[in-house]
Nanobody, 115 residues
Framework: VQLQASGGGLVQAGGSLRLSCAAS????????MAWYRQAPGKQRELVAT???????NYADSVKGRFTISRDNAKNTVQLQMNSLKPDDTAVYYC??????????WGQGTLVTVSS
């Protein structure tokens, strides 16, 4: 399984970005796709998840501002980020995992929010 993330960039506070993660390979059964982020000097944190059944969950810090969604036909997951804040600056990683414990990471895409 390979994950390819894209869509990062530089945006002013209050602006929007849309991240996309394309998954390829053997993807089947029940799984969870997620976006994580890691800011400089901080630990990687979970931002949002979506299951293969389209159940979603968000970190408190992004609720109401970020939306995670999937395109089943294209095996992609998106993260729409609105009302961005400087604290959202981080490298964003997509992830896919199964209940068996198998998990894969994308390469990360940098989001920089200027004040």
């Amino acid at each position: 399984v390979q994950l390819q993330a894209s869509g990062g960039g530089l945006v002013q506070a209050g602006g929007s970005l849309r991240l996309s993660c394309a998954a390829s390979g053997r993807i089947f059964g029940f799984y969870v796709m997620a976006w994580y982020r890691q800011a400089p000097g901080k630990q990687r944190e979970l931002v949002a998840t979506i299951t293969s059944g389209d159940s979603t969950n968000y970190a408190d810090s992004v609720k109401g501002r970020f939306t995670i969604s999937r395109d089943n036909a294209k095996n992609t997951v998106q993260l729409q980020m609105n009302s961005l804040k400087p604290d959202d600056t981080a490298v964003y990683y997509c992830n896919i995992r199964w209940a068996s414990g198998s998990a894969y990471w994308g390469q990360g895409t940098l989001v920089t929010v200027s004040s």
